[in-house]
């Protein structure tokens, strides 16, 4: 019989709310993190807003020696673990080195320290190459970002990276929770982080047409998943990780626990680098592996936490496939995309996803998607248009998709 697998505690470093409660209080009220960008100057771009983390003190998280040789990933997801674990009640600092073996790290992060290996690149080439970190190399592997997770905490189980685009995190999750259901460790920290705001990658993702170019007067209103007006997606950073436990180890220490992963699935359309397959088969189907894991019929889940990037692609067959996976249920679905909040944080967004949901079960209120002024006619499902709303519920489904064909899905149970 499977191990089950529950989650203890919560961190987030988000665009619209630094801490746990602050992104839960601003996402339920429906309050943008979307603004214009201050990290570099994009006067020049056609596309200057990004949901970026703002009043943040990195140093608290980095020293200032180290600060120059890692990526701005690296203090989010530190901060968002670091409250993760004081909010699952775990002290690493007391713990010996044993007990600390038995605590693994599952990152998902699609950029890794991209921008710092651009900002490397930028010293080189103006001639500032004695600016240039002796850290380049290390830093700008991707595997090296759960490492710095493990060394701050002093955690010694494994250390991995897990990065498929934009369902990293949700991939990451579900790594961390096949692992301890097959009784590898009892606990892991999983989550996502991305810092993708920087002006080689903005210019890359303009290039690809594929972000909003209208809204830069009122970002605020730039992210409309949905919406019939949408023209793109925003580009986002932050950090949102959980404690992963076995259920039983869980409850032997007297942790409270906000929820279940259920279940977990993940497919392939083997289609294309960026587009979608418009018969919306293979999301659906990763949702469907979900729920068979799961045990639980369609008709059982209440609430989906919809990918809903704002991209005309993205948001269509996204509904088509929710309409396969649901048949006539998910009309009777209540649904939203918390990337109308936040923006579009990357390999990220799934963990996001599932911080808001999770804080969901805990309050009995879903979230709403804001800035669906006129909806898509190919849209059109109940997305918790504007404000949040009463919902007490025992399952949902958390949905990411993804470049390069991937599509990934989590089944999370409420316990109360």
Same mark, same amino acid.
């Given at each position: 019989?499977?191990?089950?697998?529950?989650?203890?505690?919560?961190?987030?470093?988000?665009?619209?709310?630094?801490?746990?409660?602050?992104?839960?209080?601003?996402?339920?009220?429906?309050?943008?993190?979307?603004?214009?960008?201050?990290?570099?100057?994009?006067?020049? $771009?056609?596309?200057?807003?990004?949901?970026?983390?703002? +009043?943040?003190?990195?140093?608290? $998280?980095?020293?200032?020696? +180290?600060?120059?040789?890692?990526?701005?990933?690296?203090?989010?997801?530190? *901060?968002?673990?670091?409250?993760?674990?004081?909010?699952?009640?775990?002290?690493?600092?007391?713990?010996?080195?044993?007990?600390?073996?038995?605590?693994?790290?599952?990152?998902?992060?699609?950029?890794?320290?991209?921008?710092?290996?651009?900002?490397?690149?930028?010293?080189?080439?103006?001639?500032?190459?004695?600016?240039?970190?002796?850290?380049?190399?290390?830093?700008?592997?991707?595997?090296?970002?759960?490492?710095?997770?493990?060394?701050?905490?002093?955690?010694?189980?494994?250390?991995?990276?897990?990065?498929?685009?934009?369902?990293?995190?949700?991939? *990451?999750?579900?790594?961390?929770?096949?692992?301890?259901?097959?009784?590898?460790?009892?606990?892991?920290?999983?989550?996502?982080?991305?810092?993708?705001?920087?002006?080689?990658?903005?210019?890359?993702?303009?290039?690809?047409?594929?972000?909003?170019?209208?809204?830069?007067?009122?970002?605020?209103?730039?992210?409309?998943?949905?919406?019939?007006?949408?023209?793109?997606?925003?580009?986002?950073?932050?950090?949102?990780?959980?404690?992963?436990?076995?259920?039983?180890?869980?409850?032997?220490?007297?942790?409270?626990?906000?929820?279940?992963?259920?279940?977990?699935?993940?497919?392939?359309?083997?289609?294309?680098?960026?587009?979608?397959?418009?018969?919306?088969?293979?999301?659906?189907?990763?949702?469907?592996?979900?729920?068979?894991?799961?045990?639980?019929?369609?008709? *059982?889940?209440?609430?989906?936490?919809?990918?809903?990037?704002?991209?005309?692609?993205?948001?269509?067959?996204?509904?088509?496939?929710?309409?396969?996976?649901?048949?006539?249920?998910?009309?009777?679905?209540?649904?939203?995309?918390?990337?109308?909040?936040?923006?579009?944080?990357?390999?990220?967004?799934?963990?996001?996803?599932?911080? *808001?949901?999770?804080?969901?079960?805990? +309050?009995?209120?879903?979230?709403?998607?804001?800035?669906?002024?006129?909806?898509?006619?190919?849209?059109?499902? +109940?997305?918790?248009?504007?404000?949040?709303?009463?919902?007490?519920?025992?399952?949902?489904?958390?949905?990411?998709?993804?470049?390069?064909?991937?599509?990934?899905?989590?089944?999370?149970?409420?316990?109360?």
């Amino acid at each position: 019989m499977k191990r089950r697998v529950v989650i203890t505690g919560i961190g987030a470093i988000s665009p619209n709310g630094n801490g746990r409660e602050a992104f839960w209080e601003a996402t339920r009220n429906g309050v943008s993190g979307v603004r214009n960008i201050t990290r570099f100057d994009a006067a020049g $771009y056609p596309v200057r807003v990004a949901g970026e983390v703002v +009043d943040f003190d990195e140093d608290r $998280y980095v020293t200032y020696k +180290d600060r120059p040789h890692v990526s701005r990933a690296v203090p989010l997801g530190v *901060a968002a673990v670091e409250e993760a674990l004081c909010d699952s009640g775990i002290d690493t600092r007391s713990m010996t080195r044993e007990q600390l073996r038995g605590i693994g790290v599952s990152l998902g992060s699609g950029g890794g320290s991209q921008e710092f290996t651009e900002e490397q690149y930028r010293l080189y080439y103006t001639g500032n190459q004695k600016q240039c970190s002796v850290y380049t190399i290390p830093t700008s592997t991707i595997g090296t970002l759960a490492s710095e997770i493990s060394m701050r905490f002093g955690l010694r189980g494994f250390s991995h990276v897990v990065s498929t685009g934009c369902t990293s995190s949700t991939d *990451a999750i579900g790594y961390a929770y096949r692992n301890i259901q097959a009784g590898v460790l009892d606990t892991i920290v999983a989550g996502g982080v991305d810092a993708p705001i920087a002006p080689l990658i903005l210019r890359g993702f303009i290039l690809m047409r594929i972000m909003t170019t209208r809204w830069n007067d009122e970002p605020h209103r730039a992210s409309r998943p949905f919406s019939r007006d949408r023209d793109g997606f925003v580009i986002a950073e932050g950090a949102w990780f959980f404690l992963l436990e076995e259920m039983e180890h869980a409850r032997a220490r007297g942790a409270r626990i906000y929820g279940e992963i259920a279940g977990y699935g993940s497919t392939c359309e083997a289609y294309h680098r960026v587009r979608l397959e418009e018969c919306g088969e293979e999301p659906a189907r990763a949702m469907g592996i979900a729920l068979d894991e799961a045990g639980v019929p369609p008709e *059982a889940v209440q609430y989906v936490n919809y990918h809903g990037t704002s991209t005309e692609l993205n948001d269509r067959i996204e509904t088509r496939a929710m309409k396969l996976a649901f048949n006539g249920h998910a009309y009777k679905l209540a649904g939203s995309s918390l990337k109308s909040l936040i923006g579009h944080p990357q390999g990220a967004c799934g963990a996001a996803g599932i911080a *808001a949901t999770l804080l969901s079960m805990r +309050d009995g209120v879903v979230a709403p998607t804001i800035n669906v002024d006129e909806s898509d006619p190919e849209c059109d499902l +109940d997305y918790i248009p504007a404000v949040a709303r009463p919902l007490d519920f025992e399952y949902a489904v958390a949905n990411c998709i993804a470049f390069g064909s991937k599509n990934s899905a989590l089944v999370l149970r409420n316990l109360r």
